[in-house]
């Protein structure tokens, strides 16, 4: 995960895209807040074991409104709560 800190397992679920040629090379503040309230949402959607397709669209919406993000950063945002979605965070 380039912008993160998480260490990927072997065993764990990967998402693969492709970023436009002036994707920012690193975080912006904006994108790191929106990162922390994606890892929030994902964890309150894993609450009950069951990521809905309501759920999961609230979070993608999320991420589509955020006006201080760059294109680049929301669709990274995106990839990244897609992630989330598919691989429970830590709740500690």
């Avoid at 690193?26 to 922390?36: E, I, K, R, V």
């Avoid at 919406?61 to 990244?80: F, I, M, S, V």
Wanted: some cysteine; overall charge negative; hydrophobic content about 45%.
């Amino acid at each position: 995960i380039r912008f993160g800190g998480h260490r990927l397992q072997t065993d764990e679920k990967v998402i693969v895209f492709r970023v436009p040629a002036d994707a920012p090379v690193a975080p912006s503040a904006p994108y790191m807040s929106c990162t922390l309230l994606a890892h929030l949402g994902a964890v309150m959607a894993h609450a009950d074991s069951e990521v809905t397709i309501e759920e999961e669209q609230a979070l993608m919406g999320q991420a589509a409104k955020n006006a201080d993000l760059t294109e680049p950063e929301r669709l990274r945002l995106r990839a990244y709560m897609k992630w989330l979605l598919l691989t429970p965070p830590e709740k500690s």
